[in-house]
């Protein structure tokens, strides 16, 4: 373990932490030299059918961080200019379609499509799902609003799912972010989170971490997610 490994473990005094006293100590327990992300932690405790129920949603949060995602929307010809004008870093059809096919080109970090498309680039689940790319209504990439949904995922829209752990898992900024700002973005998360957790039951969440990318995990007192 490196000394500042034992540095930042020494910092760590309480079996769990308020929210606010885990930001305070977050960016002290961050052991790199870069500015690393507040990666968040829900591990949930699920009865066996609830573990076979998705939860996934989508976030944009009030404070912006880390680089710009890559936008591909797959659309019309008659929808190109206007995915292009609201950010879009590729839009098109057939072309990309036979890049993604032949070429394994992903050069992206979101696809976006219309509903009356979907037909058509199904035979793409098979590589795009694999990486959690697939369109989807859920998360609006399937939409018919092209402009406000490209623009929302340019500004820093997040989407979180629950793993097959039982757990989502969040960057919901960085190390170098103020507490306050930090603060909203988890208010943000919470917020969207409040109707899966309600259907879930109260004794749903089995515990929440948060840790830098570098560095030991706090734990954080459960209220602070109901």
Same mark, same amino acid.
């Given at each position: ?7 930042? &473990? ?5 079996? +769990?932490?308020? $929210? @606010? ?18 990666? $968040?932690?829900? &591990?949930?405790? $699920?009865?066996?059918? +609830? ?5 996934? =949603? ?9 680089? +710009?995602?890559? /936008? ?11 995915? !292009?004008?609201? =950010? ?8 990309? /379609?036979? !890049? ?6 992903? #050069? ?14 199904? !035979?793409? =689940? ?5 990486? =959690?790319?697939?369109? &989807?209504?859920?998360?609006?990439? /399937? ?32 190390? @170098?972010?103020?507490?306050? +700002?930090? !603060? ?7 917020? /969207?989170?409040?109707?899966?957790? #309600? ?7 089995? &515990? ?9 995990? $706090? ?8």
């Amino acid at each position: 373990m490196s000394k500042k490994q034992k540095e930042a &473990n020494k910092l760590i005094d309480k079996k +769990q932490y308020s $929210l @606010d006293e885990a930001l305070e100590l977050l960016p002290k327990i961050s052991t790199s030299k870069f500015a690393g992300s507040a990666e $968040l932690t829900v &591990n949930l405790k $699920l009865n066996e059918k +609830q573990k076979k129920d998705p939860i996934r =949603g989508s976030i944009t949060f009030p404070n912006a961080f880390g680089e +710009q995602i890559k /936008v591909l929307a797959l659309v019309e010809e008659g929808d190109v200019k206007t995915a !292009k004008a609201a =950010g879009a870093d590729h839009a098109g059809l057939e072309e990309f /379609v036979e !890049k993604i096919e032949k070429e394994n080109w992903f #050069d992206f970090d979101i696809v976006i499509t219309t509903p009356k498309l979907m037909p058509q680039i199904a !035979k793409l =689940g098979k590589y795009l799902g694999r990486k =959690g790319l697939m369109p &989807n209504p859920k998360n609006q990439t /399937v939409t018919a609003d092209l402009e406000k949904v490209i623009k929302q995922y340019k500004q820093g829209k997040k989407d979180f799912k629950k793993d097959d752990q039982d757990a989502i898992r969040l960057v919901i900024g960085k190390t @170098d972010m103020s507490a306050d +700002q930090l !603060k909203a973005n988890f208010e943000e998360f919470r917020k /969207v989170l409040k109707p899966h957790l #309600d259907k879930l039951g109260p004794d749903a969440i089995k &515990n929440i971490h948060l840790a830098p990318t570098m560095g030991p995990s $706090l734990k954080i007192v459960l209220s602070e997610l109901k």
